[in-house]
């Protein structure tokens, strides 16, 4: 596995961890004291870091 692949990988963790946290905070889920406009914040960055990350995978060839 290279590099970008690695990276691509811990960004779509990240992303599905920051919209799993937005979406618990929008529900008022838990602990995370957000309000409804500021719980769109980490949703929105994890959705970015999903796709990037999802992206990155998928564009990344295999060495062989």
């Not at 992303?15 to 004291?33: M, N, R």
């Not at 949703?43 to 060839?61: E, R, S």
Request: hydrophobic share 55%; no cysteine.
């Amino acid at each position: 596995m290279n590099q970008k692949r690695t990276f691509g990988t811990i960004l779509t963790i990240l992303g599905i961890i920051g919209i799993i946290v937005g979406a618990l905070a929008f529900l008022g889920i838990g602990s995370i004291g957000l309000s409804k406009m500021n719980s769109a914040v980490p949703f929105v960055v994890g959705l970015i870091f999903f796709l990037a990350g999802i992206n990155l995978v998928k564009t990344t060839g295999d060495r062989t």
